[in-house]
Nanobody, 122 residues
Framework: QVQLVESGGGLVQAGGSLRLSCAASGNIFSINNMGWYRQAPGKQRELVGTITSGGSTNYGDSVKGRFTISRDNAENTVYLQMSSLKPEDTDVYYC????????????????WGQGAQVTVSS
């Protein structure tokens, strides 16, 4: 089994910064894409951004220029640096990863973290 554990959420004032981390552990051979999504109560889950194992990134329109995704492949960890935060960034942020669990198995399995609350006050 594979676990994704997020950390670093909390309360921050508008205009401030916050950094989320997500560490993957368990039965891991390799991880392809990792990413962050966010969801508010009653709304659909929204893409924040993704990063490939090679470091290519893709961001949702609402966070471009303010948020930065990075990863440490050796530690199976992905980060989300959030800057110029706005009250509308208040959400639960979820980590996501596409994982190969065995060298002989080419399939990728998708996993989610439990979520980290980010609250931005005005």
């Amino acid at each position: 089994q594979v676990q994704l554990v997020e950390s670093g959420g909390g309360l921050v004032q508008a205009g401030g910064s916050l950094r989320l981390s997500c560490a993957a552990s368990g039965n891991i051979f390799s991880i392809n894409n990792m990413g962050w999504y966010r969801q508010a109560p009653g709304k659909q889950r929204e893409l924040v951004g993704t990063i490939t194992s090679g470091g290519s990134t893709n961001y949702g329109d609402s966070v471009k220029g303010r948020f930065t995704i990075s990863r440490d492949n050796a530690e199976n960890t992905v980060y989300l640096q959030m800057s110029s935060l706005k009250p509308e960034d208040t959400d639960v942020y979820y980590c996501n990863a596409d994982v190969r669990i065995r060298a002989v198995d080419l399939r990728e399995y998708n996993y989610w973290g439990q979520g980290a609350q980010v609250t931005v006050s005005s």
